[in-house]
């Protein structure tokens, strides 16, 4: 680069205060109208295990545990975005608007400092002598074109790629603040803020790697006579900013972010030749028509340059073109080397990413076309229009016009991420060969029990991808919810087969089998399982509660004590403990269980009907109806449950707790449910009207009872009815000491 003829730049005139609060109230009232919609848009894919499940942002203390998330995620080693939903967590738990208040707020920011940024550049020396006049509405124009392009939904409105968003936010500020450094006469504090910022932004997303670089060109091209009087001005400034690399190399060295997923399967030039195509063919063309815009593009994928030789030409020409403009026109070329750089980590040979395309990259990349785009058209306008006030009215209308429009389609767009499947739904409405949108389609629908859609969803995948594992195995579980347990085993087959050591298919082929009681077979795929993953809770769950099945307690409440261990909020693993304790006649920890299993998840009947009945085991069968009631309320057709509650009203010995006639109802019920063929129901529905008086109806119900237990082999019960029938024609109801 040639040394620039201009001498050091001086600080540009002030920013009236006056106009700042302007420009600030214009470009908030634009994003929050555009993104008014987005403030319901709940945790989606990636957001739930990294956001809604993260035990880590919970709290807030410690604040190193606050910076954590599980691996993988989209979290993972990016400790900055962590602790940013932690404070969000603090303040409002899930509840997502809050969320979506703050992702809006990173991107009103980074707005205003791509205004700042703007304003300021054209401003400086070479620029400001053609640009001065109109560096506002300039600035203006593109901060609000950049603001409500549709690119950046998935920076927004998606609310865990808010690692994009604050990403870039911390990347504007810190160019902001070296730039207000580099024309201040004391701009210690503006370094300072300038490090910390790129320091955060480190610690938010990985693509800030460049801020550096990026920095450096800018103070080469906009502030310095030569590379040598920056690094003797600014050495230290430079040596600490370039220091902020270790932050991401040590989580990349450290195996804290891991790039894999569809991408691990090409090689680095397939890459590479296919980021060619998408630069020019996604990236930019959706720059300037920002549709179709498709949440999970797939593996789009080019095996040689000659797939994409257009493109790479176009690649070239512009490379070359960016190039020659840092020698010959470096101000103009900025915006090139600007969004080159901001693309190099994702769109390049280095491969470090999960997936071909994603809109989000262009958040920083965006600008500099935005920018680009609204210089060139005023400065064609100003060569058609030799008019002034015409350019000023042409120019207005038109950037309002821009900034309607694309706001309208980010407003839209919006309401494709209301939910996860009319995501994903639009998602294959745009990509119908995209196997692994209907993957996450059918996820969905099994999700929301919607089993046969979920079926359709992977079929959809399977034949788009025969190889594709994952959906052989979750096509799989959704036919055993169906009992389809045949066609079950024959996908969790296929999983195995084409992935010998997928752990959790062979959990789910377990599963199947033990539906079928094939419970020998169950445990060896469980033994395998396990084998393969020693960590895996589910594997211990399942096997532990086969082994309860096989009247095994003690091997089914050690499997279920891992299981717990591994994952102490497993409500299931509790209660299925709590079921073999009671089995083996422990019912005081069974009691113990079963109450954890009910704090975890309070909605389950079947724990509240095994804790009332424990606790009859415990003779406190009055503690027990409660739980008998609200397992009614959430399954008001469960027999057993209405017969055992009407058993305890009908015979408890307290006057206070008894209630015949409530007794008879339930009885009844049971009875309807069981089509009176039941001798224990009948026996029940005798000690009800027992107790209230009905003798006449407790001796011929009671009769009956008898008569169905004898008819079946159970001579104790009918020895135990025929004890209860004497009373009755004593005319005396049946006590049971509780």
């Keep these: 680069m040639p040394k620039p003829a201009e001498p050091p730049p001086a600080p540009p005139p002030a920013f009236p205060r006056k106009q700042a609060l302007i420009v600030a109230f214009i470009l908030a009232a634009i994003v929050l109208l ?56 603090a303040v409002s738990g899930l509840d997502v608007c809050s969320y979506h208040l703050l992702n809006i707020l990173f991107h009103l920011l980074a707005a205003l400092l791509l205004f700042g940024i703007v304003r300021r550049t054209l401003l400086s020396e070479g620029l400001k002598e053609r640009l001065a006049r109109s560096s506002l509405p300039l600035a203006l124009a593109a901060a609000a074109i950049w ?48 490090i910390l910022a790129c320091v955060l932004g480190m610690g938010a997303k990985e693509a800030m790697i460049t801020a550096p670089l990026v ?3 800018y103070d080469r091209i906009f502030a310095s006579r030569s590379f040598k009087d920056l690094l003797a001005a600014r050495w230290l400034y430079y040596l600490l900013l370039f220091a902020s690399w270790s932050i991401v190399l040590a989580f990349v060295f450290s195996g804290s972010r891991k790039y894999t997923d569809i991408v691990e399967t090409m090689t680095r030039w397939q890459y590479f030749v296919t980021q060619l195509e998408v630069v020019v063919a996604y990236y930019l063309k959706l720059s300037f028509v920002p549709y179709p815009l498709v949440f999970d593009y797939g593996a789009p994928f080019k095996a040689g340059l000659s797939d994409v030789l257009p493109y790479a030409l176009f690649i070239v020409v512009t490379l070359a073109a960016t190039v020659w403009a840092l020698f ?91 939910s996860a499947e009319s995501l994903w739904l639009d998602t294959v409405s745009k990509q119908s060969q995209n ?73 789910n082929r377990a599963t199947a089998h033990g539906r079928k009681h094939r419970f020998e077979r169950a445990l060896a795929d469980l033994d395998r399982a396990i084998d393969l993953n020693p960590n895996m809770p589910s594997a211990y769950r399942i096997r532990g509660s086969i082994h309860g099945m096989m009247k095994n307690p003690d091997l089914a409440i050690s ?38 299993s009910l704090r975890l998840n309070p909605n389950d009947h079947r724990v509240q009907m095994n804790l009332a009945k424990t606790l009859s085991h415990l003779r406190r069968s009055k503690e027990a109806i409660p739980h008998y009631r609200q397992a009614l309320r959430v399954n008001p057709n469960h027999a057993k449950v209405q017969n055992d509650l009407a058993f305890i009203l009908a015979t408890h010995p307290e006057d206070n707790v008894r209630n015949g006639a409530e007794a008879i109802q339930l009885a009844q019920k049971a009875c309807e449910l069981t089509k009176y063929k039941i001798f224990n129901t009948l026996e029940t529905l005798a000690a009800a009207y027992a107790a209230t008086g009905r003798f006449e109806d407790a001796i011929e119900t009671a009769e009956k009872a008898r008569s169905l237990a004898e008819s079946g082999m159970k001579p104790a019960d009918a020895t135990r009815i025929q004890v209860q029938l004497n009373l009755y024609r004593r005319k005396l109801p049946y006590r049971k000491l509780q």
Excluded at 561 to 589: Q, T, V
């Design 328 to 418: 010959r026109r470096p101000r103009a070329g900025f915006l090139g080397f600007w969004f080159f750089a901001n693309l190099a980590l994702t769109s390049s040979v280095l491969k470090i990413a999960s997936e071909t395309i994603a809109e989000r990259r262009m958040y920083l990349s965006l600008a500099a076309v935005a920018v680009g785009t609204v210089i060139g058209a005023y400065l064609l306008l100003e060569r058609l229009l030799k008019s002034s006030r015409a350019g000023r009215i042409v120019g207005w209308g038109l950037c309002s016009t821009v900034v309607l429009s694309l706001g309208a389609v980010t407003y839209a767009r919006n309401r494709d991420f209301k």
């Design 34 to 89: 555009t993104y008014a919609n987005s403030l319901s848009v709940p945790f989606l894919h990636d957001g739930v295990p990294s956001i809604q499940e993260n035990p880590h942002i919970t709290n807030l203390w410690p604040i190193w545990e606050a910076m954590r998330a599980p691996c993988p995620s989209t979290l993972c080693g990016r400790p900055v975005s962590c602790l940013s939903f932690a404070l969000n967590h």
């Design 147 to 194: 603001l409500v392009h549709p690119l950046h939904t998935t920076a927004v409105t998606y609310l865990v790629q808010r690692t994009e968003s604050l990403m870039g936010m911390f990347y504007l500020l810190t160019l902001y603040s070296a730039i207000r450094a580099f024309t201040s006469k004391k701009g210690t504090k503006w370094y300072a803020l300038s």
């Design 435 to 507: 196997a692994r949108a209907w993957y996450n389609l059918g996820s969905e629908y099994t999700q929301a029990q919607k089993h046969q859609k979920a079926l359709s969803a992977y079929d959809q995948a399977v034949r788009i991808n025969p190889g594709y594992t994952d959906a052989f195995n979750r096509r799989g579980v959704s036919y055993g919810q169906l009992e389809r347990h045949d066609l079950a085993l024959k996908d969790f087959e296929r999983a195995i087969e084409l992935q010998p050591d997928f752990a959790e298919a062979y959990v």
């Design 215 to 217: 920095i450096l060109a």
């Design 559 to 596: 499997d279920l004590g891992r299981a717990i261990e591994l994952n102490p909020k497993d409500a299931g693993a509790y209660a299925d403990r709590g079921s073999a304790y009671a089995n083996k006649g422990d019912f005081n920890p069974a009691l113990d269980d079963l109450r954890k």
